[in-house]
């Protein structure tokens, strides 16, 4: 169990190191889920579906999945993620002190499912059960966001800020898109890590600044050193 109403770091590799996204379609089913999971459930429109004659048959199935499906719109709010091809990272709050263990057997059980169906292999698909680090301060949680949001760069030397906006932007298995309101997750949270950045000033997003520079990575390393001790 972890403690309810704190902040999490979450994260896990794929067995061996080897790719848990293969392509398009593999992160198009995984953000899917995450919105299923995370976005309220209109139970009122899915019942609907069910009782009109109207609807084709596939519609109604997957309503009836969906009324089945665990809902986490209440318990678990997402304020960042990155998913990477062999590993992920989500920036998780939950209101109950059992909620993320759900919502983390419950996403990553049906996608393991969906991948050895799909690539016709048997067995878990991570190298372990999930980590969770505690969140401890608002400097770690600002300065985490900002380490997932680079991980799509996170190995390569890139200095030129138009670069570093377009390959971080361009990534569609991240929330920075979110942060920078181009692409629009209704279930990524962004007030709060936003609000840790203070006033805007002259700046339109400070947050964008605050990611994509690297001139305090000697003090960002010493702030996330505990919470990504064993990435």
Known sequence: MYLPNMFYHCYNRGVAKQAIIHDDQDMTILLRYLGEYLEEKDTQQLSLILSQPGFLEYQKERARNLLRLNNYFST??????????????????????????????????????????????????????????????????????????????????LSDPVRIYE???????????????????GWVCTDLVLGLMGEAGDRKNPYEDFVQTSDDEEQAGAIIAPIIADV
């Open 76 to 157: 678990i709010s997402v304020h960042a993620f990155c998913i990477m091809p062999n590993h992920y990272h989500l920036l998780l709050q939950q209101t109950t002190e059992t909620a993320m263990d759900s919502f983390m057997n419950s996403l990553w059980t049906r996608y393991t499912k969906y991948f050895n169906k799909k690539y016709d292999r048997i067995g878990p698909l991570f190298q372990s059960v999930y980590k969770a680090v505690l969140m401890e301060t608002d400097e770690q949680l600002l300065y985490l966001s900002r380490y997932i949001h680079r991980n799509p760069i996170a190995h390569r030397t």
């Open 167 to 185: 390959e971080l932007i361009g990534y569609r298995g991240s929330s920075y898109s979110t942060y920078c309101g181009i692409s629009r997750f």
